[in-house]
């Protein structure tokens, strides 16, 4: 008998979203636009308490806009988290911009500010020209430095734009994630922490910036009887019928934290004892939503076990993780890319295993996963 699939990270509705989808459908506003969509987008902004908010088609396409708005043209080099998801970094090559990588820190394994801070000097030095952007990602639900990475932001002029994909529920010091940035964004795409089947939303303090977000978004329409255009537009507005779904995930937010976080605690105290398995706790004042559950594979202090040893042996039991992500500057595509390199994006990558994380995971299968993670450790 095969064995059911455990998924990393799948949908997981909370009940409430086929009422509001049964809404939509009753008033016929299955058309791109309708009241959802704003419904959906305060509800947002007032979560992670910010002003504005405008829901998009997916993260990256709030990504793309918030470069546009800040004028990313040709020749401009955006500094850029390099342990992330290529969503993060795509949209700057869009703009034909250059994007200059940024390594991450040991603690949270997010950019290193220290490194940020030399690589704003050693780019104006050489190109006599200030970066144009900022993109800083919170990895996996872990916060940040994000306060060090605005404050230099700020004192060199540069704006930055929080990738918070990963992140929503996730707080440092207290503070939502999304709510630092002076533009944040946000991913619903299916696998994330809660979802709209595909979405995202771009969000700021600033109010034009959002409203320019919503007109780029619908074809960038001039007020006119007729459609008439003066600027280039894109078809990036989330539909009516996504937003639907977004509110009924709206109100499981919390919920769906709390089990991941629970994941994260069951995990650890099943493996965190089992010799060169490393879990990576909460700093103090961090608080990760624990969107996945990773951990790290010493190859020289576990009897010579390495990462793709457990995952090749969860994949026989039609159990699916999957390797830290690689990290943008070894990536094919971007290997003509500048980096300033610490080498601990590397070393996680090779290391680092992410484990089913799903909010919908019952005891039973995570049991079966950790039953597989120690047989094959104890070898
Ligand atoms: C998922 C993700 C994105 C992109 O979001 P999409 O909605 O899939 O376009 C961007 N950055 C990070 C870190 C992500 O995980």
Known sequence: MSKSKIWLSSPHMGGEEIKFIQEVFDTNWVAPVGPHINTFETGLA?????????????????IHLALIILGVKQGDEILCSSFTFA????PIAYQGATPVFIDSEMETWNMDPELLEEAIKDREKKTGKKPKAIIAVHLYGMPAKIDRIMEIGHEHGIPVIEDAAEALGSTFQGQKLGSFGDFSILSFNGNKIITTSGGGALLSRNESWIQKARFLSTQARDPAPHYEHSEIGYNYRLSNVCAAIGLGQMMVIDQRVQQRRANYDFYKSELGTLTGIKFTDDPSGYFSNRWLTTILVDPDISNGIYREDIRRALEKEN?????LWKPMHMQPVFKDCIVYSTG???????????????????????ERVTRVIKEVVNL
């Open 46 to 62: 007032n979560y992670l308490g910010m002003d504005h908010c405008a829901a998009l088609s997916s993260g990256t396409a709030a």
């Open 87 to 90: 969503g993060t970094c795509n």
């Open 319 to 323: 159990i699916e993780s999957r390797p």
């Open 344 to 366: 601990v994006s590397a070393l996680l990558f090779k290391n680092g295993l992410c484990l089913p994380s799903g909010s919908n995971l019952g005891k039973a299968e995570l």
